[in-house]
């Protein structure tokens, strides 16, 4: 079970950062990822981070504002987002998936329930 927090209202340049508490241990996961969907858009799968290595992508519309993190101990995943624009205006999902990472959200095995978020 995955359980998201943190979204919430902010101005435009603002930052927010998103947690994501996995239930059990963190590294039964192979693969987590943070994915988004705006009102009337497709899901768009914005950051990764393998459990076991730390190694991370990040989609181009995120790159360089916004930091996938893991905290092991604390068994949850950050989403640090600085320089929020209007177009990051969404709901937030944490997701988690075994053996390899993906680029397709439905392979995705876990999900949390999201967490908005709100750029005006």
């Known amino acids: 079970q995955l359980v998201e927090s943190g979204g919430g209202s902010v101005q435009a340049g603002g930052s927010l950062r998103l947690s994501c508490l996995v239930s059990?241990?963190?590294?039964?996961?192979?693969?987590l990822t943070w994915i988004r969907q705006a009102p009337g858009k497709e899901r768009e799968g914005i950051a990764r981070?393998?459990?076991?290595?730390?190694?991370?992508w990040y989609a181009d519309s995120v790159k360089d504002r916004f930091t996938i993190s893991q905290d092991n101990a604390k068994n949850t995943v950050y989403l640090q987002m600085n320089g929020l624009k209007p177009e990051d205006t969404a709901m937030y999902y944490c997701?988690?998936?075994?053996?390899?990472?993906?680029?397709?959200?439905?392979?995705?095995?876990?999900w949390g329930q999201g967490t908005q978020v709100t750029v005006s």
């Open positions: 997701a988690a998936k075994n053996y390899f990472c993906s680029s397709l959200s439905y392979q995705y095995n876990s």
């Open positions: 059990g241990n963190i590294r039964s996961w192979h693969c």
């Open positions: 981070i393998t459990a076991g290595g730390g190694s991370t």
